[in-house]
């Protein structure tokens, strides 16, 4: 009997521990399959292996949703790709051994209570409300995700595999909004800045360069201590040698030394964050570079390949009318009109 029918049955709802949806789908969850669903569990494998046979609901965020949040919170969009794909081939695997009463369904569209979604959980459901359920990452972000989970073959894959899983319908994240979205954000920064980088680089390049400057101050600062240290090293070595003689201003000297060795170390160690914070900025700015120059290159190409188009529509235009114009005059009823136009054309007297 399928359990999504049986008004008795109960469920085990498997999300990931970090996912941003969570709250929402278990409110929805409690409104359609009210006191039949339980907490949510993070790990599908452990389920696959406990060898139960209660169903499981697994909620699962589109894919293009979960690489988009990685982006924006790492700035990497190879790294956000391989993470996903880490955590999505063992739970994949362990879909596959309890495919019998496994219930994908999209994380969003069931947090937004989507008709379709919902029924295939239980039919007769009424969804609630959709509240509180966080928005999307930038369009931007949504649109790099969509790109490389497209262009990878390995992410394909597990899209296609997770699409023949999932029960209703999925939500629509790359849609033309989106599209116009990203496009009026991109304009928008290209009018008002001379170098324009996306919102969230900005914000980070502008962090880090304040970062830089705390640090260069710090030098500067432990540059200044440890001048004084050996000035007062000095100071200490001269009255010590007064009072007390040789000995103890050579004890002086030594715990002088000592600080300033210490000194010395610190500075070196904000030397080395410096460094790396610059070396960061620079990497930054580089993957700026390329996003910006990818963006022209892709507009000139555009550009080239519509003036081809249009100079090769221009040429066909004119072959025809050539060859429509030589087939006229090889017709017969040119050759006969011959005479006729010769007339016409002849000088009157």
């Known amino acids: 009997m399928d359990s999504r029918l049986d008004p008795q049955a109960r469920f085990t709802l498997v999300m990931m521990a970090d996912d941003v949806l969570t709250k929402a789908v278990v409110s929805q969850l409690a409104q359609v399959?009210?006191?039949?669903?339980?907490?949510?569990?993070?790990?599908?494998?452990?389920?696959?292996?406990?060898?139960?046979?209660?169903?499981?609901?697994?909620?699962?965020?589109?894919?293009?949703?979960?690489?988009?949040?990685?982006?924006a919170a790492t700035g990497s969009v190879a790294g956000a790709l391989a993470a996903w794909k880490v955590r999505m081939a063992p739970a994949l695997a362990a879909a596959r051994k309890m495919r019998r009463r496994l219930s994908l369904v999209d994380a969003r569209a069931l947090a937004l209570g989507e008709a379709q979604t919902v029924a295939a959980l239980a039919p007769?459901?009424?969804?609630?409300?959709?509240?509180?359920?966080p928005a999307l990452p930038e369009p931007v972000f949504l649109l790099l995700a969509s790109a490389a989970v497209q262009r990878d073959p390995e992410a394909a894959r597990y899209v296609a595999e997770l699409a023949a899983l999932r029960r209703g319908a999925p939500a629509d994240l790359v849609d033309m909004a989106c599209c116009e979205a990203a496009a009026r954000?991109?304009?928008?920064?290209?009018?008002?800045?001379?170098?324009?980088?996306?919102?969230?680089?900005?914000?980070?390049?502008?962090?880090?360069?304040?970062?830089?400057?705390?640090?260069?101050?710090q030098l500067a600062a432990a540059q200044t201590a440890a001048e004084l240290a050996m000035q007062e090293a000095v100071q200490d070595a001269?009255?010590?040698?007064?009072?007390?003689?040789?000995?103890?201003?050579?004890?002086?000297?030594?715990?002088k030394e000592a600080e300033l060795t210490l000194a010395t170390a610190k500075i070196k160690a904000l030397q080395r964050q410096l460094d790396d914070a610059t070396a960061q900025a620079v990497q930054r700015d580089a993957a700026v570079a390329a996003v910006l120059?990818?963006?022209?290159?892709?507009?000139?190409?555009?550009?080239?390949a519509e003036e081809k188009a249009r100079a090769d529509e221009?040429?066909?235009?004119?072959?025809?009318?050539?060859?429509?114009?030589?087939?006229?005059?090889?017709?017969?009823?040119?050759?006969?009109t011959g005479p006729l136009r010769a007339l016409r054309g002849a000088p009157r007297r």
């Open 33 to 71: 399959l009210p006191g039949r669903v339980s907490a949510p569990q993070p790990d599908l494998r452990a389920l696959a292996a406990g060898g139960a046979d209660q169903p499981v609901i697994w909620a699962l965020p589109d894919p293009v949703e979960v690489v988009a949040r990685t982006i």
């Open 124 to 133: 007769a459901a009424k969804p609630a409300p959709a509240t509180a359920v």
């Open 185 to 217: 954000d991109y304009a928008l920064l290209l009018a008002g800045r001379d170098d324009p980088t996306p919102a969230h680089m900005e914000l980070e390049n502008r962090l880090l360069r304040e970062n830089l400057a705390l640090q260069i101050e």
């Open 238 to 255: 001269v009255q010590a040698a007064d009072q007390a003689g040789a000995q103890a201003a050579q004890a002086a000297v030594a715990a």
């Open 293 to 304: 120059l990818a963006d022209q290159r892709k507009m000139l190409e555009d550009r080239t």
């Open 314 to 336: 221009e040429k066909a235009r004119a072959d025809a009318m050539q060859e429509e114009l030589q087939r006229v005059y090889a017709s017969r009823s040119w050759r006969v």
